[in-house]
């Protein structure tokens, strides 16, 4: 069952390749087959490398404003992130978001509709989804400059996964 959202936080011009690393390196012992969504800042809407990974896999990529984001608390803010964006953090309040957007279209999508297809939506402002019932599985991972984080409202965590790695300046 496809129970997973990935928050995903990139420079510009990471490739698909960089990105498909890096969540699969976040997974851990989850199956990449239980992502449901993809998920990061509407500023990433024209990202190539985003667009082909989500392409490539057939999965939806879900896009949420500055506003959204900032609504969500982040527990370790990243400094690039302020730097860059002025917010504390992506990946993470995207998965949770993303996620709860999941639950909410779940919900209220009548049952012949719930195939997936590769697609691109941005979720509006006045429909934000309440991310209650979301949590964080995996808690931000950098690799290779792409920050990822993995949300969900009824998986269970896959296994405490904590980054030990030096930081490296990430731009999410």
């Known amino acids: 069952m496809k129970t997973l959202a990935i ?12 990105i498909e690393a890096a969540v699969r390196a976040a997974l851990g012992s989850h199956a990449f087959d239980e992502i449901g969504a993809i998920a990061s800042i509407d500023t990433k809407a024209h990202e190539a490398g985003l667009l082909e990974f989500c392409a490539r896999h057939a999965l ?44 909410s279209d779940l919900a209220s999508a009548p049952r012949t509709a719930l195939a997936s297809e590769a697609s691109t939506a941005s979720v509006g402002e006045s429909i934000a989804p309440d991310t209650l019932n979301a949590r964080l599985l995996a808690r931000k991972t950098i690799h290779d400059g792409i920050t990822v984080a993995i949300a969900s409202t009824s998986a269970k965590p896959a296994r405490e996964h904590t980054n030990h790695a030096p930081q490296e300046q990430d731009p999410s």
């Open 7 to 18: 928050g995903i936080g990139c420079r510009l011009h990471s490739s698909a390749e960089q």
């Open 60 to 103: 939806p990529l879900k896009l949420f404003s500055r506003a959204q984001i900032a609504a969500i608390s982040v527990d370790e803010p990243s400094a690039a992130a302020r730097e860059h964006l002025g917010l504390d953090g992506v990946c993470e309040p995207c998965a949770l978001l993303a996620a709860a957007a999941e639950e």
